[in-house]
Nanobody, 125 residues
Framework: QVQLVESGGGLVQAGGSLRLSCAAS????????MGWFRQAPGKEREFVAT????????YYADSVKGRFTISRDNAKNTVYLQMNSLKPEDTAVYYC??????????????????WGQGTQVTVSS
């Protein structure tokens, strides 16, 4: 069982930066692929980024590539999402998720086993 708690959301002007954190409980954190998703009002939850168990492999949605960076610290049971050059269209609730896919990465909602409660990110124009 893994419990996930996100933090770091807030209100920021366009062009600004935020760093989201996701603290995980459980001794097996380092074996999970981790991901970030987001959901804007009236829209489906969409993939943002994923990272494999070691942190050496990452993958991003085209909409955030070059602006967002996912990373993890297995010693701290934490995954991060550094968001730079934020745009109003990045406004959404951001969710952290864990996938028991072992050594790969996961890109779809259905591939994830555990979810956090979400943190709101609002980017003003």
């Amino acid at each position: 069982q893994v419990q996930l708690v996100e933090s770091g959301g807030g209100l920021v002007q366009a062009g600004g930066s935020l760093r989201l954190s996701c603290a995980a409980s459980g001794r097996t954190f380092s074996t999970y692929a981790m991901g970030w998703f987001r959901q804007a009002p009236g829209k489906e939850r969409e993939f943002v980024a994923t990272i494999n168990w070691s942190g050496y492999s990452t993958y991003y949605a085209d909409s955030v590539k070059g602006r967002f960076t996912i990373s993890r610290d297995n010693a701290k049971n934490t995954v991060y999402l550094q968001m730079n050059s934020l745009k109003p269209e990045d406004t959404a609730v951001y969710y952290c998720a864990a996938s028991d896919i072992k050594y790969g990465m996961a890109y779809r909602v259905l591939e994830y086993d555990y979810w956090g409660q979400g943190t709101q990110v609002t980017v003003s124009s």
